[in-house]
Nanobody, 123 residues
């Protein structure tokens, strides 16, 4: 049974930092592209960042470039999202996902999803 478990969310002031972690089990972690998505209240789930199997290539949405960094440790079956210079508009539930499809910026490219972790940024 595949499980993706996010952690590290919380309440932080604008300008602060958080590091999210996603621990995977039940799958060959190094065979999957890992992604982070987020969903704010009343909005659709949107792509944040992704990292390919080897970690050699990363992708992120424009609004987080220069502030968020995705990384992975295949030995620990864990993917991370370091979030710096947080803004109130980053407030959302953050989900990690695992997939093998080439469309890594789309929800359709991911097969497995975690339950999410809440990130709240106060102004």
């Amino acid at each position: 049974q595949v499980q993706l478990v996010e952690s590290g969310g919380g309440l932080v002031q604008a300008g602060g930092s958080l590091r999210l972690s996603c621990a995977a089990s039940g799958l060959t972690f190094s065979s999957y592209t890992m992604g982070w998505f987020r969903q704010a209240p009343g909005k659709e789930r949107e792509f944040v960042a992704a990292i390919i199997r080897t970690g050699d290539s990363v992708y992120s949405t424009n609004s987080v470039q220069g502030r968020f960094t995705i990384s992975r440790d295949n030995a620990k079956n864990t993917v991370y999202l370091q979030m710096n210079s947080l803004k109130p508009e980053d407030t959302a539930v953050y989900y990690c996902a695992a997939g093998t499809a080439p469309n890594l910026r789309s929800r359709l490219g991911y097969r497995y999803w975690g339950q999410g972790t809440q990130v709240t940024v106060s102004s």
